[in-house]
């Protein structure tokens, strides 16, 4: 939810909030800061999975749309809050969740399970869709965040939902609302989110 890592030069001062700190051989660091302290690390010993309680990775080739189906089958929770489990997606966050979920043109209420084989289908398309092209913007800077080299990204700059309430809908004009599911504030369009 929030935190840093961040590659230090040898000579350059501890960043803020730095709770960890791993030097390597060369004396350059990496530093993880996290002013809420959300954030965790662990330590695994060589050949030990480190994601053992994560997700199936979404941009993975093992995230299919037959998969994603199957994940959803049965599931009475809401389509919003399954998205952000990361014991069943790993590293989807608010932001791509809100997203995907506007561009699939998919209430964030809707239980996981009512979701028809294309609306879920259509949901995949769109979370590979958004994570892809956050990625290639180095991720959204709409607080604090930066990248490893502490450059901010540019996803925030074309985010159709996230942040925006009382704009209007890019696709259907209507109002952007923000609401709260599971204790997350959640952007969407009452309009064309069916």
């Not at 996230?162 to 609401?179: A, E, H, L, M, N």
Request: glycine letters at 12%.
């Amino acid at each position: 939810m929030t935190g840093r890592l961040i590659v230090l030069a040898p000579s350059e001062e501890p960043y803020p909030y730095t709770h960890i700190e791993l030097q390597f051989s060369d004396k350059s660091r990496l530093a993880f800061a996290d002013v809420r302290q959300f954030g965790r690390m662990r330590l695994v010993e060589p050949g030990e999975p480190w994601d053992a309680d994560l997700g199936v990775e979404p941009l993975s080739g093992d995230f299919t749309p037959a998969r994603f189906i199957g994940m959803l089958s049965g599931r009475t929770t809401p389509v919003k809050v399954f998205l952000l489990d990361q014991r069943r997606i790993a590293g989807v966050g608010n932001i791509y969740a809100c997203e995907a979920l506007w561009q699939a043109g998919i209430r964030p209420g809707t239980p996981a399970r009512r979701l028809s084989k294309p609306a879920a289908a259509r949901l995949h398309h769109a979370l590979v869709d958004v994570l892809q092209r956050a990625v290639g913007m180095r991720g959204s800077s709409v607080d604090d965040y930066v990248d490893a080299q502490g450059l901010k990204g540019g996803f925030q700059n074309v985010l159709s939902v996230y942040g925006r309430t009382g704009k209007s809908c890019g696709r259907c004009g209507g109002s952007i609302v923000r609401t709260v599911i599971a204790q997350r504030g959640t952007w969407w369009c009452r309009t064309c989110q069916k």
